[in-house]
């Protein structure tokens, strides 16, 4: 029988998030609507706490900071 709810992440492609040092760094960020909300880095790639991250397995904030990350890795 299928799964009915499996967990979605956004996955780096210029690094492995697997055992990397950043594991479990969250990174607030601010919405557009003032509302925070945490990005954190597992060993699967990142995770937003935001209602749309829950649902597609992306949103404009987990993007964000994986921009970031990797223009900082690269």
Known sequence: MARKFVKKYLK???FDP???AWVGIVWPVIGSKGNQYSV??????????????GH????KHSKQ???Q???AVA
Do not use: A, Q, S
């Open 40 to 53: 954190e880095l597992t060993d699967k790639g990142f995770e937003c706490d935001c209602i749309g991250f």
């Open 12 to 14: 780096p492609n210029l």
């Open 56 to 59: 597609y397995g992306y949103c």
């Open 18 to 20: 697997k055992d990397h």
């Open 65 to 67: 900071v994986l921009k």
């Open 69 to 71: 990350v990797e223009r």
